[in-house]
C-alpha cells in the first residue's frame, strides 16, 4: 500500500481507501516496527483529499452515487478510528462528512435504496451487514450517531447490524435516543454537483424525483456516464424509472458503453444522438447529419 499508492493513478477512491487501510493497519497493530508511520501517512493523505473529493454542496466530485458512498463510508471508519485512539480529527472532517451524509439522505429513495448515477464497481469497504451498497441506511444511521442528527436517523429508520459493529451497544443507545425528525422542505439542489430533488414527503410511501443536471466529474470524467438531464422518479414509494448503473464493470466492454450510453438512461437523444461531446455521421432519408 505505502509503496504503490494510487496518487498519479487514481487519485480518487483509490487513494482514499489505500489511505484508510495504511492508517487502519497502523492503527490497529501498534506493534509493528512501521505502524506509526503508516497511520501518519494515512491520516494526512484522507485530510489532504477530503476536501478535493467533496465539493461544498456535498456532492462527489466523481459524479457517481456509488463511489460517493465509498467515500462517505471510507470517511466514517477514518473518524472512528481516529477518535478511538485519541487522533483529533473530527474538526477537519466533520463538516465535508456531513455534507456526504446529507446529500445521501435527499437521494435516497423511499425503500432506503439510492440512485445508481454513473459507474458502480459492485464494492463496498466491509460487510458487516446483510445490505449491498445500494442501500443508504446503514452510512446514514452511524453519521446519525456521530454527529446526534436526528435527521439523518429519520432518513435511516431503524438501526442496522452494521452500527452496532462499529460503534457498539453505547452506539446502539445512542442511536435510539435521537428524536428522528425528518427536514422541513421537501427540494433541495445541489448546485456543484447539478443534482436536483424534489419530494412529497419523507415516509415510505413518498414520491421522489432525482434529476442529474451535472457535469461529468474531475479528471478523466472516468466514472461519469452519458447521462445529462436523466432522471430517476419513485412513485408511491417504489422505483418506476431509474438508471439502470454499470451492468458490469470489466468482463464486457460492449456492454459496459452501452450502458453508459445516453439511450441506456431516462434522457433525452437528438435524431440518434446522446449528449456526449462527439461526432458522428447519420444517413437518414437521403441525407446526411451531424450530432454532438
Do not use: K
Amino acid at each position: 500500500l505505502e509503496r504503490y499508492l494510487s496518487t498519479w493513478f487514481s487519485p480518487n477512491t483509490h487513494l482514499t481507501g489505500e489511505a484508510l487501510g495504511l492508517f487502519a493497519l497502523g492503527t490497529a497493530l501498534p506493534q509493528c516496527r512501521d505502524a506509526a508511520r503508516w497511520r501518519d501517512r494515512g491520516a494526512a493523505i484522507l485530510l489532504q483529499w477530503v476536501n478535493r473529493h467533496v465539493r461544498a454542496d456535498g456532492s462527489y466530485v466523481e459524479q457517481s452515487t456509488w463511489y460517493h458512498r465509498y467515500t462517505t463510508d471510507f470517511y466514517l471508519h477514518f473518524l472512528v478510528l481516529a477518535e478511538r485512539s485519541a487522533m483529533p480529527v473530527r474538526d477537519r472532517v466533520a463538516v465535508p462528512l456531513e455534507r456526504l451524509l446529507e446529500h445521501l439522505a435527499w437521494i435516497t429513495r423511499p425503500d432506503g435504496t439510492m440512485p445508481l448515477i454513473g459507474d458502480d464497481d459492485g464494492g463496498r469497504l466491509l460487510f458487516l451487514d446483510g445490505r449491498t451498497a445500494h442501500d443508504t441506511r446503514t452510512p446514514l444511521a452511524i453519521g446519525a450517531v456521530l454527529f446526534g442528527r436526528g435527521d439523518l436517523a429519520a432518513v435511516a429508520g431503524e438501526p442496522t447490524a452494521e452500527l452496532v459493529w462499529l460503534l457498539g451497544p453505547r452506539g446502539l443507545a445512542t442511536y435510539r435516543d435521537l428524536v428522528p425528525r425528518a427536514p422541513a422542505v421537501a427540494s433541495r439542489a445541489f448546485p456543484d454537483g447539478g443534482i436536483h430533488v424534489v419530494r412529497s414527503g419523507w415516509d415510505r410511501a413518498a414520491s421522489v424525483l432525482t434529476i442529474d443536471a451535472g457535469p461529468h466529474g474531475f479528471l478523466n470524467g472516468g466514472h461519469a456516464h452519458a447521462d445529462a438531464l436523466s432522471v430517476d422518479l419513485s412513485v408511491g414509494g417504489a422505483p418506476v424509472l431509474v438508471d439502470p448503473g454499470t451492468y458490469t464493470y470489466t468482463v464486457s466492454p460492449d456492454w459496459r458503453d452501452r450502458m453508459r450510453e445516453t439511450a441506456s438512461h431516462n434522457a433525452a437523444t437528438v435524431d440518434g444522438c446522446g449528449s456526449p461531446v462527439r461526432r458522428r455521421v447519420h444517413e437518414r432519408a437521403g441525407r446526411l447529419s451531424d450530432c454532438r
